[in-house]
């Protein structure tokens, strides 16, 4: 059977790739920051002031975030100090920039919550390490090959999922979707993060386009009684059932 689906680029772009946001007013730095780490594969996010961090940081919140201290509108450590005061974003990894390098700044940024802190000028290589040993830290289920819900079982390297033992077959929006459900089971996601997470752009797609993909998945992962694993939160959005697999 043909697949009627139009062909769309956003099926090709981010794999799921880790998402980094970078909060740095200058545009040197910011630049280099940002070639490095798309360099290495991830999906990056650029803004230079405070304020504006702060709105994406509550529309998307990313996997990790690279923070300026000194920032126009609100300074690295406040939103850093705000990150933690909230219960979605508590754990977020964030690494602190600052110019400043004296033992009590440090010793600031880490009090206020900061996973680590880099002096600039910092060597690239070595952010890198720090970016890619935090993410791990952090999100271990983000680096894990196989994610499994019940009898439900994803393998991120072949890109194959089975339920009960039999093959699924999932287009590629309909893998990452359930990628991204397995990934935090139990949190509902409103619809308009998930086509941001998923679909990967702050998208001009239809928010009905998620309901269509939801659909998709739940039909080819659901046979005859076999439970739903997909919840559908009345005015908010969808979820991982987290007690799939359980009952
Ligand atoms: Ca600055």
Redesign the pocket.
């Known amino acids: 059977m043909n697949d009627p689906r139009p062909a769309t680029m956003r099926d090709t772009i981010n794999e799921r790739a880790p998402r980094i946001l970078v909060v ?3 545009s040197s730095l910011a630049l280099l920051l940002v070639y490095n780490l798309e360099s290495e594969g991830f999906f990056v996010e650029h803004v230079d002031r405070g304020d504006e961090a702060e709105l994406r940081l509550a529309e998307a919140p990313p996997d990790l975030v690279i923070l ?4 126009p509108g609100v300074s ?1 450590l406040e939103i850093c100090r705000r990150l933690r005061a909230r219960d979605d974003t508590r754990d977020m990894p964030v690494i602190m ?1 600052t ?1 400043r390098g004296e033992e009590s700044e440090r010793v600031r940024g880490l009090s206020v919550g900061a996973d680590d802190y880099v002096v600039k000028p910092f060597s690239t290589p070595e952010l890198m390490a720090r970016v890619h040993a935090l993410l791990r830290r952090a999100r271990p289920e983000r680096v894990a090959s196989r994610l499994t819900a019940g009898d439900i079982d994803l393998d991120r390297e072949t890109r194959r999922v089975k339920r009960g033992g039999r093959e699924i077959h999932l287009g590629p929006t309909e893998f990452r979707l359930l990628e991204y459900f397995m990934e935090k089971p139990g949190r509902v996601f409103t619809r308009a993060q998930l086509l941001d997470s998923v679909w990967g752009m702050s998208a001009e797609i239809d928010e009905r386009t998620v309901d269509v993909h939801v659909g998709r998945l739940r039909k080819a992962l659901i046979r005859s009684r076999e439970k739903d694993p997909i919840r559908t939160v009345r005015g908010a959005g969808y979820s991982f059932d987290e007690t799939f697999g359980r009952n």
Do not use: K, P, Q, S
């Open positions: 740095e007013d200058e300026d201290w000194m920032l690295g920039l110019a």
